[in-house]
């Protein structure tokens, strides 16, 4: 199994350009997240879904869209990209809330 | 809020010495709690997952409590190698919110040779 798979895994993106993360489990797992990881913050949650079609905000939402069309996929839209932006960017998924997370190797991403 | 506090920032122990790292959270209205491990550069590799009505798991050596009432968790590593040196992180699943993850800011042990 190919567990959770993040695409790209780096990734320079000028002020104002636009793009989409993305992040794909072939565990069939509903619950799937976005998290972004920043130097002495440790990890926060952007978006987060509990099935295809379901999505809700976490804790640092803005500048960011979700959608979930598949259980498989969860991308992850930056709108108009900020240097604030710059951060290392984690997909999570899990079968259910009472089971193990499995996390994808994450996108390091640098807005200049 | 749910807020989740690690402590020790950063810890470095000499070889085979057992340790201790330190997880408290605010609020013990929570689902489960996962130690993960990070090595740098690297994504997260799930550890050990306590559910709210357990006390306790083991893996190998690695063993990481739960007391929910006083809101804290540790995991307690024995006979520390080289090889265990990474960026230790707890996170809490609230109850009634299990599509989250809430995460402490991380320990970070090196073990000495």
């Known amino acids: 199994n190919a567990g959770v798979t993040q695409t790209p895994k780096f990734q320079v993106l000028k002020t104002g350009q636009s793009m989409t993360l993305q992040c794909a489990q072939d565990m069939n797992h509903e619950y799937m997240s976005w998290y972004r990881q920043d130097p002495g913050m440790g990890l926060r949650l952007i978006h987060y879904s509990v099935g295809a079609g379901i999505t809700d905000q976490g804790e640092v939402p803005n500048g960011y869209n979700v959608s979930r069309s598949t259980t498989e996929d969860f991308p992850l839209r930056l709108l108009s990209a900020a240097p604030s932006q710059t951060s290392v960017y984690f997909c999570?998924?899990?079968?259910?809330?009472?089971?193990?997370?499995?996390f994808g190797q994450g996108t390091r991403l640098t807005v200049v | 809020k749910q807020e989740v506090t690690q402590i020790p920032a950063a810890l470095s122990v000499p070889e085979g010495e057992n340790l201790v790292l330190n997880c408290s959270f605010t609020d013990s209205a929570i689902y489960n709690l996962q130690w993960f491990r990070q090595d740098p550069g690297k994504g997260l590799t799930s550890l050990l997952l306590i559910q709210s009505s357990q006390r306790e798991q083991t893996s190998g050596r690695l063993n990481a409590s739960l007391d929910k009432s006083s809101g804290r968790s540790t995991l307690y590593i024995a006979a520390s190698q080289p090889g265990d040196s990474a960026t230790y992180l707890c996170a809490v699943r609230p109850d009634n919110q299990g599509g989250k993850l809430i995460f402490g800011q991380g320990t970070e042990l090196s073990v000495k040779p």
């Open positions: 999570a998924s899990s079968y259910s809330a009472g089971l193990y997370a499995f």
